[in-house]
C-alpha cells in the first residue's frame, strides 16, 4: 500500500472559498473563528469550557443513554459516553443524511476524519478528552437524496414514498432491496459480511434511524465514535431559549442576510439563503415552516396558529410535537447541547457555517472551528499499472477529459503543433499592422480587426482538424485513457461522491478501513491517493 498527497488546488474539484479558506486568505478570514491547527485548539478549549453549562452535560448524556439503549456498544464507545459528564471532555463532530448503506463513500471519509482528528488531540492535550462524534440528519425530509446507493455501476433503489422526517421512516421494503443487494455480491467471504451487516441494519430495524445508528455503531464502534440523534425531545429542551429568540426577532435572517451582503462584496456566492424565521414545527408525519403574520405565528399547511412564541411552547408541553431549525439553525442546535471544539464537514458544509459566524454571536454561542473533511482517491495495483503503461500520471487524472486526451495526443503525436506560438504571432502581426494603420488611416482599425478574428478562429479550425485525425491515428490510446479515467472519475466526477464503500469492502473486507486509518491525516488539509 502507498499513499501520496495532491493540493486541493490542483484537484479543479474545490471552489474558490474553499481553496481560499485553506490558503487562509484576508478575504474569508472574517467568515470563521480560528483555523484548524493543532495550536489554536488550545484557545477553543478554553473558550468553550466557559461557555458550556454543565447542566447541558447531564442532558446529553442522559439522551445518548436512552438512544443507545438496545445497541451493543463497544468498549471505547461507552468510555466516551461516560467522558461525556467531565467538564474536561469535548467532542468533535461531523454530520450526514441517513444515506442508504452510507450513501457515497466519503461518509466513511468524514467519520476517519473525526477519529483520526481525536486521536492527534488527545497526544497534543493530554489532560482532556475527546470524543469523536456522527451527527444523524434524522430530521431531514429529503428522500430523493438518500434512497439509493450506487455498486457497481448499478443504483441500488428503496421504493418509498416520502413522509415526514426520515429518521422515523419505517424500513417496509427493504427486505427486497437487500435481495437485489445480495445478487450483486459475489461469494467470498467478504461479500457475506455485507449481506449479513445490510440485513442487520435495515431488515432488523423498524426505523432509518435505528438502521442508521447500527450500521455506523457496526462499521466504528470499535473506533469509539458516538452517534447522536439530534431529534430528542430532552435535546430539543435546551435549544428552546434560542427558539424563542429566533421566533420574537427573527435573529439568523438578519445576521446571515448581512454576511450574505459581505460574501457579495468579495464574490463569493451564498450557499443557503435565510427565511424571515429558520424554524420548523415537527408532528406526526409533517414537518413545516413556523411563518410570522400581522396575528402572531402559524404553522405553514397546517391548522395551527400561535398568538405569541411563548403559546407556541405552551402547545408543545401537551403534544409530542417540536420545534426545530433548518439547515441554517441545525449548526447552533449542536453547538448548544455538544461541548464541541470543531465541526468537519465537505466543502459545501463549510459554505454554509461561514455564513453564520456573526449568527452565533448574537446567540452568544462560541462558533467551532471548521475542518475540510479528508478527500481520497481508490487506486487498485492493476489500475496503477495501466496508468503507468499509459504514461497517464495521477495527476493527470484530475483534467477533464478532453483536456488530459489533448495533452496525451499532442505529446504522442510525431508532428509538432504548436498553435499557441502561431496564435501569437499572428496576434504580433496584426498589432504592427493597426500601428500602420493609426498613422495613415484609422478608418481601416475595423477591418484590421475583422481579419485578425477571422485568421484566428481559422487557425482554431486547423488546430481542431489537425487533433481529431491524430485521435483517430491513436485510437487505441485514446479509448485506453477514457477507460481507465471513467472507472477512476465515473461521470467526470470524484470518485469517492458517487461509488458506496461496499464496492471496496468486497475487495478489501475490513483491511479497508485499517487503510484508511492508516493514510488520512484531517489536517494534513490536501487530496490523498491511495494505491493498493
Same mark, same amino acid.
Given at each position: 500500500?502507498?499513499?501520496?498527497?495532491?493540493?486541493?488546488?490542483?484537484?479543479?474539484? $474545490?471552489?474558490?472559498?474553499?481553496?481560499? *479558506?485553506?490558503?487562509?486568505?484576508?478575504?474569508?478570514?472574517?467568515?470563521?473563528? =480560528?483555523?484548524?491547527?493543532?495550536?489554536? %485548539?488550545?484557545?477553543?478549549?478554553?473558550?468553550?469550557?466557559?461557555?458550556?453549562?454543565?447542566?447541558? =452535560?447531564?442532558?446529553?448524556?442522559?439522551?445518548?443513554?436512552?438512544?443507545?439503549?438496545?445497541?451493543?456498544? &463497544?468498549?471505547?464507545?461507552?468510555?466516551?459516553?461516560?467522558?461525556?459528564?467531565?467538564?474536561?471532555?469535548?467532542?468533535?463532530?461531523? &454530520?450526514?443524511?441517513?444515506?442508504?448503506?452510507?450513501?457515497?463513500?466519503?461518509?466513511?471519509?468524514?467519520?476517519?476524519?473525526?477519529?483520526?482528528?481525536?486521536?492527534?488531540?488527545?497526544?497534543? *492535550?493530554?489532560?482532556?478528552?475527546?470524543?469523536?462524534? *456522527?451527527?444523524?440528519? !434524522?430530521?431531514?425530509?429529503?428522500?430523493?437524496?438518500?434512497?439509493?446507493?450506487?455498486?457497481?455501476?448499478?443504483?441500488? %433503489?428503496?421504493?418509498?414514498? !416520502?413522509?415526514?422526517?426520515?429518521?422515523?421512516? @419505517?424500513?417496509?421494503?427493504?427486505?427486497?432491496?437487500?435481495?437485489?443487494?445480495?445478487?450483486?455480491?459475489?461469494?467470498?467471504?467478504?461479500?457475506?459480511?455485507?449481506?449479513?451487516?445490510?440485513?442487520? !441494519?435495515?431488515?432488523?430495524?423498524?426505523?432509518?434511524?435505528?438502521?442508521?445508528?447500527?450500521?455506523?455503531?457496526?462499521? $466504528?464502534?470499535?473506533?469509539?465514535?458516538?452517534?447522536?440523534?439530534?431529534?430528542?425531545?430532552?435535546?430539543?429542551?435546551?435549544?428552546?431559549?434560542?427558539?424563542?429568540?429566533?421566533?420574537?426577532?427573527?435573529? @439568523?435572517?438578519?445576521?446571515?442576510?448581512?454576511?450574505?451582503?459581505?460574501?457579495?462584496?468579495?464574490?463569493?456566492?451564498?450557499?443557503?439563503?435565510?427565511?424571515?424565521?429558520?424554524?420548523?414545527?415537527?408532528?406526526?408525519? %409533517? =414537518?413545516?415552516?413556523?411563518?410570522?403574520?400581522?396575528?402572531?405565528?402559524?404553522?405553514?399547511?397546517?391548522?395551527?396558529?400561535?398568538?405569541?412564541?411563548?403559546?407556541?411552547?405552551?402547545?408543545?408541553?401537551?403534544?409530542?410535537?417540536?420545534?426545530?431549525?433548518?439547515?441554517?439553525? /441545525?449548526?447552533?442546535?449542536?453547538?448548544?447541547?455538544?461541548?464541541?471544539?470543531?465541526?468537519?464537514?465537505? &466543502?459545501?458544509?463549510?459554505?454554509?457555517?461561514?455564513?453564520?459566524?456573526?449568527? $452565533?454571536?448574537?446567540?452568544?454561542?462560541?462558533?467551532?472551528?471548521?475542518?475540510?473533511?479528508?478527500?481520497?482517491?481508490?487506486?487498485?495495483?492493476?489500475?496503477?499499472?495501466?496508468?503507468?503503461?499509459?504514461?497517464?500520471?495521477?495527476?493527470?487524472?484530475?483534467?477533464?477529459?478532453?483536456?488530459?486526451?489533448?495533452?496525451?495526443?499532442?505529446?504522442? !503525436?510525431?508532428?509538432?503543433?504548436?498553435?499557441?506560438?502561431? /496564435?501569437?504571432?499572428?496576434?504580433?502581426?496584426?498589432?504592427?499592422?493597426?500601428?500602420?494603420?493609426?498613422?495613415?488611416?484609422?478608418?481601416?482599425?475595423?477591418?484590421?480587426?475583422?481579419?485578425?478574428?477571422?485568421?484566428?478562429?481559422?487557425?482554431?479550425?486547423?488546430?481542431?482538424?489537425?487533433?481529431?485525425?491524430?485521435?483517430?491515428?491513436?485510437?487505441?490510446?485514446?479509448? =485506453?485513457?477514457?477507460?481507465?479515467?471513467?472507472?477512476?472519475?465515473?461521470?467526470?466526477?470524484?470518485?469517492?461522491?458517487? /461509488?458506496? %464503500?461496499?464496492?471496496?469492502?468486497?475487495?478489501?473486507?475490513?483491511?479497508?478501513?485499517?487503510?484508511?486509518?492508516?493514510?488520512?491525516?484531517?489536517?494534513?488539509?490536501?487530496?490523498?491517493?491511495?494505491?493498493?
Amino acid at each position: 500500500m502507498d499513499s501520496f498527497q495532491i493540493p486541493y488546488k490542483k484537484t479543479n474539484y $474545490f471552489s474558490k472559498m474553499i481553496l481560499d *479558506y485553506l490558503e487562509e486568505k484576508k478575504s474569508v478570514q472574517s467568515f470563521y473563528h =480560528r483555523f484548524p491547527s493543532l495550536d489554536n %485548539f488550545s484557545a477553543q478549549i478554553e473558550e468553550k469550557t466557559e461557555g458550556f453549562p454543565f447542566e447541558n =452535560r447531564k442532558v446529553l448524556v442522559d439522551a445518548l443513554t436512552h438512544q443507545y439503549k438496545n445497541t451493543s456498544t &463497544g468498549e471505547l464507545t461507552q468510555q466516551h459516553l461516560d467522558k461525556l459528564l467531565l467538564p474536561n471532555t469535548f467532542t468533535i463532530t461531523t &454530520g450526514h443524511q441517513l444515506n442508504l448503506f452510507s450513501g457515497p463513500i466519503y461518509f466513511l471519509y468524514k467519520i476517519v476524519s473525526v477519529i483520526n482528528l481525536c486521536k492527534e488531540l488527545q497526544e497534543k *492535550y493530554p489532560n482532556q478528552n475527546f470524543v469523536p462524534i *456522527y451527527w444523524m440528519a !434524522s430530521e431531514d425530509h429529503d428522500l430523493e437524496e438518500i434512497q439509493y446507493f450506487n455498486f457497481k455501476n448499478k443504483k441500488i %433503489f428503496w421504493e418509498k414514498e !416520502s413522509g415526514g422526517a426520515v429518521g422515523k421512516m @419505517s424500513t417496509d421494503g427493504l427486505e427486497d432491496v437487500y435481495q437485489k443487494f445480495s445478487a450483486l455480491l459475489n461469494t467470498g467471504v467478504q461479500a457475506q459480511e455485507l449481506r449479513d451487516l445490510f440485513k442487520k !441494519s435495515y431488515v432488523a430495524h423498524t426505523n432509518l434511524a435505528d438502521a442508521t445508528r447500527y450500521l455506523v455503531n457496526a462499521l $466504528f464502534g470499535t473506533y469509539g465514535l458516538v452517534v447522536l440523534d439530534g431529534d430528542d425531545q430532552q435535546l430539543k429542551n435546551l435549544f428552546k431559549p434560542y427558539a424563542l429568540k429566533e421566533l420574537k426577532e427573527q435573529v @439568523s435572517h438578519k445576521e446571515v442576510t448581512k454576511t450574505g451582503e459581505h460574501l457579495r462584496a468579495q464574490s463569493y456566492p451564498q450557499q443557503v439563503h435565510p427565511r424571515e424565521i429558520n424554524l420548523f414545527y415537527s408532528g406526526h408525519n %409533517f =414537518r413545516e415552516r413556523i411563518i410570522k403574520t400581522n396575528e402572531g405565528y402559524k404553522v405553514q399547511n397546517r391548522a395551527l396558529s400561535f398568538s405569541s412564541p411563548e403559546n407556541i411552547f405552551e402547545h408543545l408541553e401537551n403534544s409530542n410535537d417540536t420545534v426545530s431549525g433548518n439547515a441554517l439553525l /441545525r449548526p447552533l442546535y449542536q453547538e448548544v447541547i455538544l461541548p464541541n471544539l470543531c465541526y468537519v464537514g465537505g &466543502g459545501g458544509e463549510l459554505s454554509y457555517w461561514m455564513q453564520l459566524k456573526s449568527t $452565533f454571536k448574537a446567540f452568544e454561542v462560541p462558533f467551532p472551528m471548521l475542518l475540510l473533511r479528508n478527500s481520497a482517491l481508490l487506486i487498485t495495483e492493476k489500475q496503477h499499472k495501466k496508468l503507468n503503461k499509459l504514461e497517464v500520471s495521477v495527476e493527470d487524472l484530475f483534467l477533464s477529459q478532453n483536456q488530459l486526451i489533448v495533452e496525451k495526443v499532442k505529446e504522442k !503525436s510525431d508532428i509538432h503543433f504548436d498553435f499557441n506560438a502561431k /496564435r501569437k504571432q499572428l496576434k504580433e502581426s496584426f498589432k504592427s499592422l493597426e500601428q500602420i494603420a493609426l498613422q495613415t488611416d484609422p478608418s481601416f482599425m475595423g477591418a484590421i480587426k475583422a481579419q485578425e478574428k477571422k485568421q484566428l478562429k481559422g487557425l482554431d479550425h486547423l488546430e481542431k482538424r489537425l487533433l481529431k485525425a491524430e485521435k483517430k491515428k491513436m485510437y487505441d490510446l485514446v479509448t =485506453r485513457i477514457e477507460i481507465i479515467q471513467n472507472d477512476l472519475f465515473p461521470n467526470q466526477s470524484l470518485e469517492e461522491r458517487y /461509488r458506496n %464503500f461496499s464496492e471496496y469492502y468486497e475487495y478489501y473486507g475490513k483491511d479497508l478501513l485499517s487503510t484508511l486509518f492508516k493514510t488520512l491525516n484531517p489536517l494534513a488539509l490536501e487530496f490523498t491517493v491511495i494505491i493498493d
